[in-house]
């Protein structure tokens, strides 16, 4: 091997010597570094540098927005929130103005609220009847409140649900007889329409131009059509001038019996209690009911056969 050599010996003891005197400085700079690090200061045994506390927070400083865009009205995920808005409104009023004395309803000021097609038309939502309806009632529970005491806000928001150019605000005149002595009346029966001129005369009647006879074959529409005058005894002291249109003989017949009681009334009101009795004043409304798939009639089925 190569230490069994002489000059590898030697050259053995000449590295050990060199290792020696290296490590001597090295062993003097450990000891140097080891007072250092003993006389070392840590960072909490530092000198403390004044620091300025920091100023208050303002809060209202920040700009509060949401975490997601909130609607404008808390009925906004409902079928028909500007609807139900105006309702939460008018409950929020009854509820406010409760204790406020009432009046009855026929002492209540009149007011003509819209109708359905209109209040939709005003919302701009599909709103049903039955929810209209209620609409209404707290509408009129509000109206009932004693005149003298209403509030304005009240009074601004029932005035926002009438209908433009009230009906009941303006007192109806009532009709007279014109300067020529004519007294005018209108009539409906089905699809029919009459007007009469009624003056005093000597019972002559013309319709649209015609005789009585001519314009009316039967018997029974010719009387249905002057029940009117027959039944208070007026046939031979007016003269009557009768313009009818549209419908059958019997529709056009009824429709002047309702004119002409009308036109009659102007003449003389003290036989209201006559005409109403006999039904010569009174509005006839019934239709003809139409004709169902499936039904011989309006109404009659056929005949159930078993095979």
Excluded at 75 to 95: C, K, N, T
Excluded at 138 to 153: A, G, K
Excluded at 225 to 233: G, I, S, V
Aim: with cysteine; hydrophobic share 40%.
């Amino acid at each position: 091997m190569a230490w069994h050599k002489p000059t590898s010996l030697a050259q053995a003891m000449q590295s050990l010597r060199l290792t020696s005197t290296l490590t001597k400085p090295s062993s003097q700079a450990s000891r140097t570094t080891l007072n250092t690090l003993r006389t070392r200061t840590y960072a909490t045994e530092a000198e403390s540098v004044p620091a300025a506390a920091a100023p208050e927070i303002n809060f209202g400083a920040f700009s509060q927005k949401p975490a997601r865009i909130i609607p404008s009205s808390p009925s906004y995920f409902s079928g028909s929130p500007r609807f139900i808005d105006h309702v939460l409104q008018l409950e929020a009023l009854q509820a406010k103005h409760a204790s406020l004395p009432t009046v009855a309803t026929s002492e209540a000021p009149r007011m003509a609220w819209f109708k359905l097609a209109q209040f939709r038309d005003f919302v701009g939502e599909p709103v049903p009847m039955k929810k209209y309806k209620s609409l209404v009632k707290i509408l009129q529970r509000l109206n009932r409140i004693q005149p003298d005491m209403v509030p304005v806000e009240v009074r601004d928001t029932l005035a926002a649900f009438l209908r433009p150019g009230n009906p009941y605000a303006v007192e109806n005149v009532p009709r007279t007889v014109d300067e020529n002595g004519r007294a005018r009346g209108k009539g409906k029966r089905k699809e029919s329409s009459a007007v009469v001129q009624l003056v005093e005369g000597e019972g002559e009647v013309l319709v649209n131009g015609k005789s009585l006879v001519e314009a009316f074959k039967r018997v029974h529409d010719r009387e249905s059509a002057l029940w009117a005058l027959r039944c208070t005894q007026r046939l031979d002291k007016y003269n009557a001038w009768i313009t009818v249109r549209g419908g059958g003989v019997t529709g056009q017949a009824e429709a002047i019996t309702l004119a002409l009681g009308r036109a009659l009334l102007l003449h003389e009101p003290g036989l209201k209690p006559i005409l109403r009795k006999a039904g010569a004043i009174t509005v006839d409304a019934r239709r003809v009911e139409r004709k169902k798939p499936g039904h011989v009639k309006a109404r009659k089925m056929p005949t159930w056969v078993k095979r």
